[in-house]
């Protein structure tokens, strides 16, 4: 039997994709597989997923998204091409399009992707970026796998350390603003719990707001009036440079996904 799509690596992501696929019918559970290698996994991805084929090693399929730790990837490139995958979308991170397609050869076309964890719940941000061969129906297959898990941008490669520094680490920044603003609502008299329910629920009202309206600039100075509360909490904010150090963490973890890259 030859699988529509066969997913390498069953760990967060793998799984999260494969699901993703489920849920927005890109495929049926028998047109898909998953191969992990650990038992253990591999008994809660049965459980998780039932109908598709759990596997302990690479099946034929027409393509195949790999979703191992970087230094198994050319290896699991290899076995996916001599097992007849005609695609191959990679999200391992740091591992270069010119690394994936040596481990193909000539057999297969390679698209590196680069996702970021919210994935997880179906509203991951992903870029892409082609192989030598790669076509705009190639690209537009792996955007509509990746899209089965949240937003897709097509760049070139060399961007891919940019997305990576952004996208990639943004959930990081993002989850310690969270953090910043919890202790502050806590030194600002409230309880804590009260203070995360406040918290959680800003962020992901105002991602809505964001996500419905866009201009980011717009929509702040709508919180903001003249001599206000929101004034004064911005200006020391500018004060002491929190916007600085968005550009320069962005730019650090740019410069480290290159430096891992290389």
């Known amino acids: ?12 992501m793998g799984a999260a994709l494969l699901g993703g696929l ?9 047109q898909l597989c998953v191969v992990e290698v650990l038992p253990e996994r591999r008994t809660q991805l049965q459980v998780e997923f039932p109908g598709v084929a759990v596997l302990d090693r690479i099946a034929p399929a027409v393509a195949v998204v790999i979703a191992v730790k970087p230094p198994d990837a050319p290896a699991a490139v290899a076995a996916a091409v001599a097992a007849g995958a005609q695609r191959i979308l990679s999200i391992a991170a740091g591992v270069s399009i010119g690394t994936l397609q040596e481990a193909a050869g000539n057999e297969a076309v390679v698209i590196r992707a680069m996702p970021n964890t919210p994935a997880l719940v179906g509203a991951g941000a992903a ?3 082609g192989g030598p061969t790669a076509t705009d129906v190639d690209l537009e297959w792996a955007e509509g796998v990746l899209g089965a898990v949240g937003t897709v941008v097509r760049v070139p490669e060399y961007q891919l350390d940019a997305v990576t520094g952004l996208a990639g680490s943004g959930p990081a920044y993002v989850f ?5 603003l919890i202790d502050a609502g806590v030194l600002a008299g409230l ?34 009036s003249p001599g206000g509360t929101t004034a004064a909490g911005l200006r020391v904010l500018e004060q002491l440079g929190v916007r600085s150090a968005f550009l320069e963490a962005v730019m650090a973890a740019t410069e480290r996904s290159r430096a891992l890259g290389a």
């Open 1 to 12: 039997m030859t699988f529509e799509l066969a997913v390498v690596g069953g760990g967060n």
């Open 22 to 30: 489920l849920a927005s019918g890109w495929a049926s559970p028998g």
């Open 127 to 129: 870029a892409i970026s």
């Open 176 to 180: 310690l603003v969270a953090e910043a």
């Open 191 to 224: 309880a804590r719990p009260i203070a995360e329910a406040l918290v959680i629920q800003l962020l992901v009202g105002s991602a809505k707001l964001l996500a419905g309206r866009g201009d980011p600039a717009r929509l702040r100075a709508n919180v903001t």
